[in-house]
C-alpha cells in the first residue's frame, strides 16, 4: 500500500510426498513418527501430521516476484518463470529478444462514463513515462526518518531488530533530490526508458536507495492487470494481459479522494510516472540475502497476492481467508457513508480519473449489486470465464477493498477516528486455534508503542488481522497474550518459547515498503530471525520459516493470474520456504496465495477450514506437466506442503544438501 501516515505508521530419494500422495501419506505416516516415540502428545499445538511444530510467518511490504527474482537463475535441475526465462530480459538486465511480451499500453476508455476494466483504443509506448520520486526521502535526518542522519539514532531506534552490519543501511539512500519530481538518478535515461521492465540499479539508483511507490488500490489493480477472456491462451487461460500498469499509474494514481482531476494534468502529476514497470537484478547483486536463501532452501513462483490492491485487504486475508465488510460496529452489515464507497467511474471529460477513490475516499464496494460503479465489469469477466468462479459477495453487503484503520485500537477501545472500518465479527485463524488450544502469536514491531502512542510508532496497525476482529480485542486476557512486540519474538525464540503458529511483521522502518523503507532493510530484519531460530538447534529442527510480503505494490508482474472470486487473486509475490525440509534450492509452481498460510496451519494441525465460506475452502490444485502453473480445478489454491520434503528417519539416502550454513544432508533431524 502507498499509504498516507493516518495509519499509525510514521514510517524441504525415497519418499516425495506431493499432491494427492502427501494428502494420502501424511496422515498415516507422520503421526507414527509420534507414535514411535510416544503416544498422542498432550499439548495439541505438539499434534502435528509433519515434522513441523513452529510455523513463522513473516510479512514484509509491496514487492513483486517479477520485481525481487525477475533475473533469478535457479539451481541446475530446476526451472523458474520470470522476466529472464520469457526472455524478456537478459542476465545483465537489458531488453531480452522478447522484450515485447511485457510492453505497456495507453488506453481510451471504451465508455468514458463507465469503469472499463479492459480498456479499448491502446496503443504502445515509445518511451515510458519518466519515473517520479515521488514520497522517497529526499534527505537524511535524525527528527524524521528515514532515513537517519546518524548512525547512533538508528541504532537507538532498530539497533535491536537488526545485526549490527546492516543498521548502516538506516542511514544512507536518500534521493538527494525534491519529492513529487522527476527521478533524474537515471541520468540520461530518465526520460527515454525503453517499453518494458527495466532494472532500478543499473543506472543511478542502486539497490540500497529509497525509491517511489506505485499505485496499489483494488480496482486500479484490476485494471493494470487487463483481464478479458477474449485474450485467453493455454498458458494464460485468465486473458489477463499485464499491460497497462504504466497507464494507471498516470491516469488515476492512488485515487482522487473525490477531487476533481487538476489542472494542466499530464503523466507526472499523479508523482509515479513508470515506476511501476521497475525492478531489481539479483545477478547484479540485488537482494543478496534472499538469493542466498533462495539458492539454498525453497521458493515458489506461483504464490500470489490474495487481493487485488494493498495492505489493508491483503492482510486481513492472511488471518481470515475471507474479506471484511462494512457493519453497525454490532456485527450487522449496513451501508457505508455513500464518500466511502468506490467509484471508479471516470469523472467526465477525463480519461480514466476516477469519481471516488482514494485514501480518504472511496474503499467499500457492494459486489453482489452489479449496477454499482465497478463491480459489473469485474463481475461480468467473471461469468465469462469456463469455471466461472464464485464472486463470493454476500447479499446487500458491502466489502472494505483497501486500506482503513482496524476497528479497534491497541488497547482494545473502539477506534472512533475517521477512515476506520467498523469492529469485524468475520471469524479468523487465531478463533480455530484458540478453540483447539494451540498456541499462536502475533508478533508486531512497535506493538508496546503503538499502545500508548499510536501516532508515533512504526506499528502497522493496518496490517494486523486481529486487530479488526470483535472477539479477539475485547478479550483483554487474549490480547495480551497473543499480540506482543518483536522483543518478545526474540526472547521467545531464544529460549525456546515459540508458539506453534507465529506472525511476523516489522515496523515502517523495516517492513521494505518503497518509499518509506527499502527491502534491503526488510532483508535485514528477516536475517536475525532465521539466524536465531537456527542459533537453537531444537527450535530449528521442527520450524518452517515462510518468508513473504503483503502485496505486489503495484509493481509489475508477468506471471499467470487465477481469478478466485471477485476481490482477486492479484499478481505474484515472493515466497522464500526456510527448513530444515525445504533445503536445496528448489522452485515450486503449485498456485498458492495468503490463504494457503492459513491451508498449511490447519492441514498441519488437523484443522477445519475458518468458515464455510472463507477460500481455505477451496481444494489443492491440479495441474498439468505441461503447464504447471494453471490450475486444471479451478479456482483451487495449494496448502504448500510441495514446498517440503519429509523423509521418514533412516531413509536419507541421497540427495544431499550439505551446502547450507553447515546444518548438514537434508532429512529428518532428531527431535
Known amino acids: 500500500m502507498k499509504r498516507k501516515r493516518q495509519f499509525s505508521m510514521p514510517l524441504r530419494h525415497a519418499a516425495l ?78 531488453a531480452g529478444p522478447n522484450f515485447w511480451l511485457a510492453a505497456q499500453n495507453t488506453a481510451q476508455a471504451t465508455n468514458p462514463s463507465r469503469f472499463d476494466l479492459s480498456p479499448g483504443s491502446k496503443k504502445p509506448y515509445t518511451n515510458l513515462p519518466a519515473p517520479n520520486t515521488g514520497g522517497a526521502p529526499m534527505a537524511a535526518s535524525d527528527t524524521n526518518p528515514p532515513p537517519f542522519a546518524t548512525l547512533a539514532a538508528a ?121 511501476a514497470l521497475g525492478f531489481y537484478n539479483v545477478n547484479t ?135 476506520t472500518i467498523p469492529p469485524s465479527p468475520v471469524k479468523t485463524i487465531a478463533d480455530t486455534l484458540l478453540a483447539k488450544n494451540i498456541s499462536w502469536k502475533y508478533y508486531g514491531e512497535g506493538w508496546g508503542t503503538f499502545i500508548t502512542s499510536p501516532l508515533t510508532s512504526v506499528y502497522c496497525n493496518i496490517c494486523n488481522p486481529f486487530l479488526y476482529e470483535t472477539a479477539i480485542m475485547t478479550n483483554p486476557t487474549t490480547v495480551s497474550q497473543h499480540l506482543q512486540d518483536t522483543p518478545n519474538l526474540y526472547s521467545d525464540i531464544k529460549n525456546g518459547t515459540l508458539p506453534a503458529v507465529s506472525f511476523v511483521k516489522p515496523g515502517g522502518l523495516l517492513d521494505g515498503h518503497p518509499s518509506s523503507s527499502k527491502f534491503g532493510l526488510y532483508e535485514g530484519f528477516v536475517h536475525q530471525i532465521v539466524d536465531l531460530v537456527q542459533a537453537n538447534p531444537k527450535l530449528w529442527a521442527s520450524t518452517a520459516i515462510f518468508i513473504t510480503t503483503d502485496e505486489g505494490g503495484g509493481y509489475y508482474d508477468s506471471g499467470y493470474i487465477q481469478p478466485v472470486d471477485f476481490f482477486g487473486d492479484g499478481p505474484r509475490i515472493p515466497l522464500i520456504v526456510v527448513s530444515p525440509y525445504s533445503r536445496g534450492g528448489r522452485v515450486v509452481h503449485d498456485y498458492a496465495d495468503h490463504v494457503s498460510l492459513v491451508k498449511f496451519i490447519e492441514r498441519n494441525w488437523s484443522l477445519g477450514p475458518i468458515t464455510s465460506r472463507s477460500r481455505d475452502n477451496l481444494p489443492n490444485p491440479q495441474q498439468l506437466p505441461s503447464n504447471p502453473y494453471v490450475p486444471t480445478n479451478s479456482p483451487a489454491l495449494d496448502d504448500l506442503f510441495d514446498a517440503f520434503r519429509f523423509v521418514p528417519p533412516g531413509h536419507d539416502k541421497g540427495d544431499h544438501d550439505s551446502d547450507d550454513h553447515g546444518n548438514g544432508p537434508i532429512g529428518m533431524p532428531p527431535f
Request: net charge negative; with cysteine.
Open 155 to 275: 541504532t537507538a531506534a532498530e539497533g535491536y531488530a537488526l545485526e549490527t552490519p546492516d543498521i548502516v543501511h538506516l542511514t544512507t539512500g536518500a534521493t538527494g533530490l525534491p519529492k513529487d519530481s522527476f527521478d533524474t538518478r537515471f541520468g540520461s535515461n530518465t526520460h527515454n526508458l525503453p517499453n518494458g521492465p527495466y532494472q532500478i540499479s543499473k543506472v543511478g539508483p542502486n539497490y540500497d536507495q529509497y525509491m517511489n511507490s506505485p499505485v496499489h488500490r483494488f480496482y486500479q489493480n484490476w485494471q493494470q492487470a487487463d483481464c478479458n477472456v477474449s485474450d485467453a491462451t493455454f498458458d494464460n487461460p485468465s486473458g489477463c494481459k499485464m499491460d497497462l500498469f504504466a497507464w494507471v499509474e498516470t491516469s488515476v494514481g492512488a485515487g482522487s479522494d473525490g477531487k476533481p482531476q487538476p489542472a494542466n494534468f499530464d503523466d507526472e502529476t499523479t508523482h509515479e510516472g513508470a515506476t
Open 17 to 94: 510426498l506431493c499432491g494427492a500422495a502427501a494428502l494420502a501419506i501424511g496422515s498415516a505416516v507422520f503421526p507414527s513418527l509420534a507414535e514411535s516415540q510416544s503416544q498422542t502428545p498432550a499439548d495439541p499445538s505438539a499434534n502435528t501430521v509433519s515434522p513441523i511444530k513452529h510455523v513463522i510467518v513473516i510479512v514484509g511490504e509491496n514487492r513483486t516476484f517479477d520485481h525481487v527474482f525477475g533475473a533469478y537463475q535457479p539451481r541446475h535441475g530446476q526451472t523458474v518463470s520470470n522476466l529472464l526465462s520469457k526472455g524478456i530480459i537478459n542476465a545483465d538486465g537489458s
Open 285 to 419: 547483486g540485488d537482494m543478496p540475502y534472499f538469493t542466498d536463501l533462495a539458492r539454498h532452501y525453497t521458493i515458489s513462483d506461483n504464490y500470489h497476492q490474495p487481493v487485488m490492491g494493498g495492505t489493508g485487504a491483503n492482510s486481513i486475508m492472511i488471518g481470515t481467508a475471507d474479506a471484511l465488510y462494512y457493519t453497525d460496529g454490532h456485527g450487522k452489515a449496513i451501508t457505508p457513508p455513500n464518500d466511502e464507497i468506490e467509484n471508479p467511474h471516470p469523472v467526465k471529460g477525463t480519461n480514466n480519473w476516477y469519481t471516488q477513490d482514494g485514501y480518504s475516499g472511496g474503499t467499500y464496494s457492494n459486489c453482489s449489486e452489479t449496477s454499482q460503479p465497478g463491480v459489473g465489469a469485474i463481475r461480468h469477466y467473471l461469468d465469462s470465464l469456463p469455471y466461472k468462479p464464485n464472486a463470493n459477495c454476500a447479499a446487500g453487503t458491502y466489502y472494505l477493498l483497501n486500506n482503513y484503520n482496524p476497528g479497534y485500537n491497541g488497547d482494545g477501545t473502539v477506534n472512533t477516528s475517521t477512515s
